[in-house]
T-cell receptor, first 115, second 111 residues
């Protein structure tokens, strides 16, 4: 299994540009999430999904859209990039909550700079 | 989810045990304690979790106090590769929760 994969690893955008961060998992996990991590800070939840076709907002959803058309993929869209969105973005997946090993698997991250 | 409190940083000599504390005084009866770590801006990595009994796996041991208001993650023989930020999280083990990662403890293993 490849686990959780994210593309691209690095991205530089100009203010106002849009882009999509890709996330895929091959573990047949129901739950997927997007987090952002700013320098010296913990992870903050942007959006999450509990299954295909179901998404919801996290702590900091403004400026981001998500969709979940398949179990495997959970892309994050930046609608109009702003310098405040400069951050490292992590995607995570986990099994359904009835598993006692309910651990999240994280991708390697996408480092985004908005100029 | 119950909130957790961790010291911002700790040092540990290489080869010694690293004991990382976490306070979770408002933990509910059905909430587990989970530990993750993040090595140098990589994605966080699951370490261990427990409810009330002490737990051990190949990476670490987790000691939970009898009243469950605090816990300690123990890395028995710290190596330089254990230098990382360690996050303590409490949550129920069923259903989906908006898990909050605080700022964790930055563990520096010193040669």
């Amino acid at each position: 299994n490849a686990g959780v994969t994210q593309t691209p690893k690095f991205q530089v955008l100009k203010t106002g540009q849009s882009m999509t961060l890709q996330c895929a998992q091959d573990m047949n996990h129901e739950y997927m999430s997007w987090y952002r991590q700013d320098p010296g800070m913990g992870l903050r939840l942007i959006h999450y999904s509990v299954g295909a076709g179901i998404t919801d907002q996290g702590e900091v959803p403004n400026g981001y859209n998500v969709s979940r058309s398949t179990t495997e993929d959970f892309p994050l869209r930046l609608l109009s990039a702003a310098p405040s969105q400069t951050s490292v973005y992590f995607c995570a997946s986990s099994t359904r909550g009835d598993s006692l090993s309910y651990e999240q698997y994280f991708g390697p991250g996408t480092r985004l700079t908005v100029t | 989810d119950a909130k957790t409190t961790q010291p911002p940083s700790m040092d540990c000599a290489e080869g010694r045990a690293a004991n990382l504390p976490c306070n979770h005084s408002t933990i509910s009866g059905n909430e587990y304690v989970y530990w993750y770590r993040q090595i140098h801006s990589q994605g966080p990595q699951y370490i261990i979790h427990g409810l009330k009994n002490n737990e051990t796996n190949e990476m670490a041991s987790l000691i939970i106090t009898e009243d469950r208001k605090s816990s300690t993650l123990i890395l028995p023989h710290a190596t330089l590769r254990d230098t990382a930020v360690y996050y303590c999280i409490v949550r129920v083990a069923s259903g989906y929760q908006k898990v909050t990662f605080g700022t964790g403890t930055k563990l520096q293993v010193i040669p």
